[in-house]
């Protein structure tokens, strides 16, 4: 189980403990060499071996495991856990340039995404909105936030095959202003895309900064192939090939704590959206877990007072 700890630099007090253990150590010793003087050397040997040896040490010992505590505490550990949300405002941001007329997915890349996304929207719950978002050249709304997935659906399965170039940046900041638009709800985007992006008003990189305001969160899946795909030749007679720019894909999802996809056929992409699906109706939350130290480092507190001022009584 992974523990997160929101003020990290507090555990650093924990080297105190090494530094009271060395004094203590010293401390200790100076006194055994005082008793060493005046007392013989048996009175010296029971006093510091078996009930008498532990009793004697013990509070030191539980003084030192209180302040562990009391500074992890201090540092306020947390441990992820899996809340069921009142429902997400999804928004889907498709890629139709021209790229995505390519035929190495079954029958185009836009037809196995549009398979796959409508696949989605139709097992997520009546809690949950969705919208599509569609761009290339520019970026149109498809089908505004609903929690009506047949119109989603329908809204998708009309689109067309669009000629134009790849404006992810307007795609994305449509897409974030979407899934922001009804508050109450945690707002996620879906983008999918097969190339670099190359036009539009608004850049990848304003968009994520965009989301981030907003607080939305992005996971990004990118269409690619194991072979280069053959589109067209330019003017000039030389082949163009598709190209999928993944770093800016990768940097998108890790900047709003989304995660990225890649996707080499069409078995691929339908496997990221069954993922997908049985992981967008949870977000991650962090509760705290410092109640438990602060409980622990009392009882211990409570344990030596009683060892040291009650029925074992020790004189120091």
Avoid: C
Wanted: proline residues 3%; hydrophobic residues 45%; glycine residues 8%.
């Amino acid at each position: 189980m992974e523990i997160h700890f929101e003020y990290l630099y507090a555990l650093f007090l924990l080297l105190i403990i090494p530094g009271l253990y060395v004094l203590y150590s010293k401390y200790n010793s100076e006194k055994k060499d005082s008793i060493m003087k005046f007392s013989s050397l048996k009175i010296v040997k029971k006093s510091v071996m078996g009930k008498n040896f532990l009793r004697k040490h013990l509070p030191f010992v539980l003084m030192m495991g209180i302040l562990g505590l009391a500074i992890i505490g201090l540092a306020n550990p947390q441990i992820p856990t899996l809340s069921v949300e009142n429902g997400i405002n999804l928004s889907i941001v498709l890629d139709g340039s021209e790229s995505m007329a390519a035929t190495d997915y079954e029958p185009t890349r836009l037809d196995a995404a549009k398979n796959a996304i409508n696949n989605l929207i139709l097992k997520m719950g009546p809690q949950h909105n969705v919208g599509v978002v569609l761009f290339e050249s520019g970026a149109t709304t498809v089908s505004y936030l609903t929690p009506d997935k047949e119109k989603s659906v329908n809204a998708i399965s009309s689109i067309e095959q669009g000629l134009g170039a790849t404006a992810i940046g307007d795609g994305l900041a449509l897409g974030v202003d979407m899934a922001s638009s009804i508050p109450d709800k945690k707002g996620v985007v879906i983008l999918l895309s097969d190339g670099v992006h190359n036009s539009g008003l608004v850049t990848p990189e304003e968009a994520t900064e965009y989301a981030k305001i907003n607080n939305v969160q992005i996971h990004t899946i990118g269409l690619g192939s194991i072979e280069p795909v053959f589109l067209r030749d330019d003017i000039y007679g030389e082949p163009q090939y598709a190209e999928l720019d993944e770093e800016t894909l990768v940097i998108i999802a890790q900047q709003t704590s989304g995660n990225y996809y890649k996707s080499l056929d069409e078995q691929t992409l339908n496997e990221i959206f069954v993922n997908l699906s049985s992981n967008l109706a949870y977000e991650i939350e962090y509760s705290t877990i410092r109640d438990w130290f602060i409980a622990a480092a009392i009882g211990l507190l409570l344990i030596d007072a009683y060892i040291i001022y009650g029925r074992y009584r020790i004189v120091a």
